[in-house]
């Protein structure tokens, strides 16, 4: 550390380069709340949504003696259901 670094003055010498940080940061935090703000004004304008209620299919439990479906059924099934086999 050199003298000239331990000087006073040193200690409240400004650097550009966060002045432009300081600047960009302030403009994102600015935009991003702007943006809050629009978006909770159309949520609020909005009927509430409910959600979507989708049942699931039980499975069918088997019974020791049940034999499952043969595999050509399975992949007849699954060849016409779309998927790839």
Not at 1 to 8: E, I, L, N, V, W
Not at 9 to 23: C, H, L, Q, S, Y
Not at 36 to 63: D, H, I, M, Q, Y
């Amino acid at each position: 550390m050199t003298r000239k670094d331990r000087s006073p003055d040193a200690r409240f010498k400004v650097d550009p380069g966060k002045i432009e940080r300081d600047a960009a940061l302030k403009a994102v935090t600015d935009n991003m709340a702007k943006l809050k703000a629009l978006r909770l004004a159309r949520e609020a304008g909005e009927p509430p949504r409910l959600p979507a209620t989708v049942k699931k299919a039980r499975a069918k439990s088997k019974k020791p003696g049940e034999k499952g479906a043969a595999l050509a059924e399975w992949l007849a099934s699954q060849q016409s259901g779309g998927r790839r086999t």
